[in-house]
């Protein structure tokens, strides 16, 4: 139970909890991971031992990994250590820290005791696909009658216990050998040799998550590494050179989970770019600080890549490479066997980098969602001329790519190009690589819709059945109406035309229009803009709405 209090004799801005820790005088070193007696979850790294001017005993400086302190490592204006953040260190009594517990002592507290429902939530594994399942306690009433059935665990979450050592050798692999899955998200470990000596004792492990343990940089020969299929070094501090170092001890990896590390580079310490890891065919590098493509281009000779997932970081632009990075023979194509590349929420805005992920040879899942190119909000393009741009995409935005929604894209997105050229020009190519090409597959004539004099025929094939469906909370219910409308009616005609139709009166409409396979509707809030320059197209939907 924490009591915030302190001792008359001690200021408040040193301590950061009390305890009733059986550790009566407990030893701590600088750069030792711990936890706050009492709550394992409030973890920190020891940064000072010793005595405080004016303040009796000995005390221990803490640098809290959620930045929830006191100062920056300075009191009474003496610096002791510098934290990392002005308010995330403390001062603190040895005895109210915990220097952690063994594995062994871990599957104990967790699979021998009744389990609490924060617990229960906490027991989880990570999927192939990076998702959170939940594990499936097999016998798990025998497990917390005998000891012995700790072999028919093979999943194991220790997530939060404050585990800090593998304890003595051969202990776990007396009691859990069987075990494939261990995820050991939040705890106290930071040396690689400990990471190998559970693995030595494990040796059917085949996915490991290391998430929130801040990993040491030095890194050694890591022999019993050999058998992990799955690692997951999420927000553990670790960069590049470290995973330089890690993969030779890692090969039958086919998934890396590398999320929140602040990795800026990819270090290849080879060659130009990165080699080995051939049996690696997911790499996970979202929520880093990856602001150049070249950075990625030294991950393009990954004969096995698969998936690489970038998403949330700094990117501003794409490109395939046309030269050999390495100034040699290329040994593969480019990136030929990714299929699917996360590029959500970074700074793309160039049509150009939309382009040229049609030359990578396989890739067909894409995600642009939440950058400035694929927000017609903030002057990018909409979702079905993301479609037509990309000739190979399946899954874009994590919607499918339908073959009806991929026609119907492509031929709207043809007859909008058409609508705002005047002559076929030499420069359609650079700004439409693909128009003539769509223009031939769809059996497009030229034709321009435009607001002078056509033909019977003309205004015919100009016209388009737009469902319009009101959604206006003052609007009451009213039936959706098709309407037969020219492709040249603007938006500001068409907000006049629904004020008609559904008899609305003193309302100020906003539409929206409804694109499939969109999460959210388009606002169309440029009033002058046609519904072909929109790239609205035949049996389209309109939601009408009104100002608030």
């Known amino acids: 139970m924490r009591d915030s209090s302190p001792k008359p004799s001690e200021p408040t801005e040193l301590i950061s909890e009390k305890s009733s820790s059986s550790e009566s005088n407990p030893v701590f070193k600088l750069g030792q991971r711990v936890h706050s007696a009492g709550d394992s979850r409030r973890i920190g790294t020891v940064k000072y031992i010793g005595a405080l001017q004016g303040y009796s005993g000995e005390w221990v400086g803490v640098d809290w990994d959620n930045g929830d302190g006191k100062h920056d490592g300075s009191i009474n204006g003496v610096r002791y250590f510098q934290a990392a953040c002005e308010k995330s260190g403390s001062f603190v009594r040895p005895q109210n820290l915990n220097s952690g517990i063994t594995l062994l002592e871990a599957l104990f507290l967790r699979y021998r005791g009744e389990s609490t429902k924060e617990e229960e939530d906490d027991m989880y594994v990570l999927s192939m696909s990076n998702q959170r399942v939940s594990v499936q306690l097999v016998g798990k009433d025998k497990i917390q009658n005998k000891l012995s059935r700790f072999d028919e665990l093979s999943h194991a979450s220790l997530a939060y216990l404050g585990v800090s050592s593998p304890g003595s ?237 991929r026609k119907e894209s492509e031929i709207r997105y043809v007859r909008l190009v058409m609508s705002k050229l005047d002559d076929i020009c030499e420069d359609i190519m650079h700004r439409h690589p693909r128009f003539l090409d769509l223009k031939s597959l769809r059996g497009i004539e030229d034709e321009k819709l435009n607001n002078g004099a056509i033909g019977p025929q003309k205004l015919a094939s100009g016209l388009l059945s737009i469902t319009l469906k009101c959604v206006g909370p003052s609007m009451g219910e009213k039936p959706p109406l098709v309407k037969k409308l020219p492709a040249t009616t603007s938006v500001g005609k068409l907000k006049i035309l629904c004020e008609s139709f559904f008899k609305l009166k003193n309302t100020k409409l906003k539409l929206f229009f409804q694109e499939e396979g969109s999460p959210l509707p388009v606002l169309l809030d440029n009033e002058m803009a046609s519904l072909i320059d929109l790239g609205i197209g035949n049996e389209s939907t309109i939601l009408v709405d009104e100002e608030r």
């Open 169 to 405: 050798p051969g202990q776990i692999s007396a009691m859990a050998s069987n075990s494939k899955e261990l995820d050991l998200t939040g705890n106290l470990l930071s040396d690689w040799k400990d990471v190998d000596a559970i693995c030595q004792d494990l040796p059917a492990l085949a996915v490991l998550n290391l998430t929130n343990n801040k990993m040491a940089h030095d890194v050694t020969c890591l022999p019993h590494l050999r058998n992990i299929s799955v690692l997951v070094l999420n927000y553990t501090g670790i960069k590049w050179m470290q995973i330089e170092l890690l993969k030779q001890s890692l090969p039958v990896i086919k998934e890396l989970h590398l999320m929140g590390n602040e990795m800026s580079e990819i270090t290849s310490t080879a060659s130009a770019v990165v080699q080995g890891l051939n049996s690696l065919r997911l790499l996970n590098l979202e929520e880093n600080c990856l602001s150049e493509w070249t950075e990625i281009l030294k991950l393009s000779e990954l004969s096995s890549l698969e998936q690489l997932h970038l998403n949330r970081n700094n990117l501003r632009r794409v490109f395939y490479p046309v030269n050999d990075l390495t100034n040699g023979a290329l040994e593969h194509k480019p990136f030929e066997s990714l299929q699917c590349l996360l590029l959500g929420a970074n700074g793309i805005e160039d049509v150009e980098s939309v382009d040229s992920l049609n030359s990578f040879p396989r890739l067909t899942d894409i995600r642009l969602s939440e950058n400035p190119i694929a927000d017609p909000g903030r002057g990018g393009i909409p979702r079905f001329v993301l479609i037509a741009r990309l000739a190979k995409v399946q899954v874009l935005n994590g919607s499918e790519v339908s073959p009806r929604e």
